[in-house]
């Protein structure tokens, strides 16, 4: 009983957690009105006293951003495999006790039915 409470409290964070970690992540790209950090109305946008100076530190800025977002985007893809490959497992484990419980029930259905079968020849051997 308190693995299957062990198990719905697992499966309860690991959804908790693929939300958590499935938020959207903001896409950097250059525009076709200009390079990201080429400075304010010229596709930079407002990002900063430096982006909006444009420039090379305005690039570079852009450049260490858009980094960072796929960085994390990366992160995000490998946690939630774990967390996939974790559910994965812990279904395979469920999967094998549920084909345990199975079996045993179905020796103790032949078991009784043996039994019966006794039951009902010891039957016969009194008439």
Not at 58 to 76: I, L, S, V
Request: hydrophobic share 30%.
């Amino acid at each position: 009983m308190a693995s299957l409470v062990n198990a719905r409290m697992f499966v309860c964070r690991a959804r908790l957690l693929c939300s958590a970690y499935t938020a959207p992540v903001r896409m950097m790209s250059s525009t076709s009105s200009g390079e990201w950090g080429s400075g304010a109305g010229k596709g930079g946008g407002s990002g900063g006293s430096i982006r909006e100076a444009g420039g090379t530190f305005g690039k570079m800025e852009a450049a260490r951003e858009e980094e960072y977002f796929r960085r994390k985007n990366a992160e995000q893809l490998a946690e939630i495999k774990k967390i996939h490959e974790d559910q994965i497992s812990y279904h395979e484990e469920v999967i094998k006790h549920h084909q345990d419980i199975i079996k045993r029930h179905k020796k103790l259905q032949k078991d009784l039915d043996h039994l019966e079968s006794d039951s009902d020849s010891d039957d016969d051997k009194k008439k």
